[in-house]
């Protein structure tokens, strides 16, 4: 089992930043790819980023590339996502999902290969 916790989601203006956190729990952090995904009202979750389990190897969604960043920190069990020049659009609950990848290049962007799920956290980005 791995328990995700996800935090610094909140209410920001258009063109601000946001900071999630996610802390892992439980099995070895670094056996797993993480994952960033989120859902807005009335729309299916979707993918948002991706990270390898130890090489770093990361992949976004077309539309926060180049404003979102993650990243992870092994020592500390954490995976980060960093989001700037935020807009009404990007107003979602945001989860962070643990996927125990078979290489250390693996990744997936599909939420059904995910195998644990955080809570969520709100991020609501107002015009």
């Known amino acids: 089992q791995v328990q995700l916790v996800e935090s610094g989601g909140g209410l920001v203006q258009s063109g601000g930043s946001l900071r999630l956190s996610c802390a892992a729990s439980g099995r070895t952090f670094s056996n797993y790819a993480m994952g960033w995904f989120r859902q807005a009202p009335g729309k299916e979750r979707e993918f948002v980023a991706v990270i390898t389990r130890s090489v770093g190897t990361t992949r976004y969604a077309d539309s926060v590339k180049g404003r979102f960043t993650i990243s992870r920190d092994n020592g500390k069990n954490t995976v980060y996502l960093q989001m700037n020049s935020l807009k009404p659009e990007d107003t979602a609950v945001y989860y962070c999902?643990?996927?125990?990848?078979?290489?250390?290049?693996?990744?997936?962007?599909?939420?059904?290969?995910?195998?644990?799920w955080g809570q969520g956290t709100q991020v609501t980005v107002s015009s």
């Open positions: 999902a643990a996927y125990r990848s078979s290489t250390i290049y693996t990744m997936s962007t599909y939420s059904d290969q995910y195998e644990y």
